[in-house]
């Protein structure tokens, strides 16, 4: 159950996409996020699927784990895909019962609309799968500097941000550690009626939280002892640098965008 | 036959079909006698807390079996009876990080509740575990969260004593303690051992530890099992323990350096009493 959470999951690789500077790939995610509103018909759509195909090849990451990343949001799918079946307005119905009734135009509103929502996750998903945290924190930290100058924590939600990211994983863990510890002392998460199962999960977490917290006060010591005092005169060990597989991406992107948009408005395809 | 718990072909598979796919367990095959403290020792990565979550049903085989007393604890429906893991009683690696009541004996209470035992019968458990791990009385109606951190692991553990398992499984129950702290929670499993003769499993990557109060010993090396046998059977093949990177006690060091040197000593001494008796009895051997 809890193997299924892949947010912020990152799997480290060398491909193109994973050089990419994270800053480039959080414009192109938007771009492509605007891009995948303004697309239209089949043509639009099926473009814009061959570029994430695209992407996911480059990236080396194997299609089965962002079709995993999918699983999660499975059923927004079908309860939009089922809304649109039978709830869309047409002249002309193919079948028809009381309220419900299914048109031709609303079975292709539906698949669009799963269509967009699928590689709306999937290219998001990609952006987690082939970007460190820490990468995509520091990118979004870059992308974020001119609020600075309006007095906007930047650089403190930014770390925490990171250190959210940073700790789902260790607290994923430590949650099964804890109910298999439970279960060892014969906890029954399984049985009984709804508030009996909600005062089963009490011994879950209590351990839980307080585990929080103390790693919470070790990090903030830890941070302390090394003399983190924010984002004044603070800096990188890593400087971000857009290079060639950047502008390579871009102008890949931005074409293929374009010609989304165009055919998508312009055309209606 | 008084084998308590069994294996056999026992396999485990993390992560199926994933990239991290990792075979934990590889067709081990395990006996745990009746009544015998069995240490259990492996690097970290071994399969050894996988094993020990395969005896109390936590974890499912992807192959093989566990048997307990002789029967099968997986139906062939594939479900485990809660009844096993009051049988088999389970103590994680830093236990106390699992204390949730309000006070120290309400914790200690949660597995004989769950066992749905009268409040007469869980009274008596819990002022009866108190007293094996060594925790005074008057502590009982105090929060756990006020005590220090090897008394915490104390209550954790008075938690699982209080099922009275015919088989309890201790997961590195000395980690992070003090010298002083780790011979007090040893003691306390030898003293539950010697009052109720249970099985104990004793999982550790201290040598000395488990030297000391273990009959016989298991070594996890890379899934499989490395060796099984008496601690004086184990450490006779010091040098091969060595080469799979695990440790043996400092005083068998000292034997096998002595070998090398060209004194003919028995190498499978593992306490300085057996060392100091073997060095004596060579030093009379050779006055003749």
Known sequence: MLNDITIGQFFPGNSPVHRCDPRVKLVIEIAMIVTLFLAKGLVSYGLLALYLFAVIKISDIPAKMVVRGLKPVLFIIIFTAVLNIFYTPADHYLWEWKFLHISAAGLWVAFFMVVRIMLLI???????YTTSPIELTDGLESLLGPLKRFHFPVHELSMMMSIALRFIPTLIEETEKIISAQKARGADFDSGNLLQRIRAMIPILVPLFISAFRRADELATAMECRLYRGDVGRTRMKQLRVSTVDYQAIAFSGVLFAAVIILGRGFGL | MSYILETRGLTHVYGAGTPFERKALDAVDVAVNKGEILGVIGHTGSGKSTLIQHFNGLLKPTSGEVLLDGQPIWTPEGKCPRAVRFRVGLVFQYPEYQLFEETIAKDIAFGPRNMGLSQAEIDERVAESMRLVGLSEELAGQSPFALSGGQKRRVAIAGVIAMRPDVLILDEPTAGLDPAGRDEILNEIEAYHRETGA??????????????????????????????????????????????????????????ELRRRGFDLDPSIYTVEQAVAALRAYKEGHKC
């Open chain 1, 122 to 128: 999937a290219g998001t998903t990609m952006l987690t």
């Open chain 2, 199 to 256: 099985t104990v499993l004793i999982v550790s990557h201290s040598m000395e530890d488990i030297a000391r109060v273990a009959d016989r010993l298991l070594v996890m090396s890379d899934a499989h099992v490395f060796a099984c046998g008496t601690p004086r059977e184990v450490f006779a093949r010091g040098e091969e323990i060595i080469s799979i990177g695990l440790d043996i006690p400092e005083i068998t060091k000292v034997i096998l």
